[in-house]
């Protein structure tokens, strides 16, 4: 049983910018896809990003293409989110998660307890 835990949300203004990191238990970041996923209050959750465990390939949400940048630290045994120029549209609670394939979500197996981010207008 994998754990993953996410940091580095917080209260930002619109065009500013944000790191998130995700780190994990035991090899769940180098044997899994990586995603980052969003959930804004009343919405379904959804893909945001995400990269394979060799950091060779990634995948983003058309919304955050260009702004959000997806990363592999392996000296920290992390995966980060870099986003910049954040948008009003932005805010939400952010999991990282970790499963077998890039963009289907079901396949997400092991999940973090989210991180906030809210961006102001």
């Known amino acids: 049983q994998a754990q993953l835990i996410e940091s580095g949300g917080g209260l930002v203004r619109a065009g500013d910018s944000l790191s998130l990191s995700c780190t994990a238990s035991?090899?769940?970041?180098?044997?899994?896809?990586t995603g980052w996923f969003r959930q804004a209050p009343g919405t379904e959750r959804e893909f945001v990003a995400s990269?394979?465990?060799?950091?060779?390939?990634?995948y983003y949400a058309d919304s955050v293409k260009g702004r959000f940048t997806i990363s592999r630290d392996n000296a920290k045994n992390a995966v980060n989110l870099q986003m910049n120029n954040l948008k009003f549209e932005d805010t939400a609670v952010y999991y990282c998660?970790?499963?077998?394939?890039?963009?289907?979500?079901?396949?997400?197996?092991?999940w973090g307890q989210g991180t906030q981010v809210t961006v102001s207008s």
């Open positions: 990269i394979r465990w060799s950091g060779d390939r990634t």
């Open positions: 998660a970790a499963g077998n394939s890039p963009l289907y979500t079901p396949s997400y197996v092991y």
């Open positions: 035991g090899n769940a970041l180098n044997s899994y896809y």
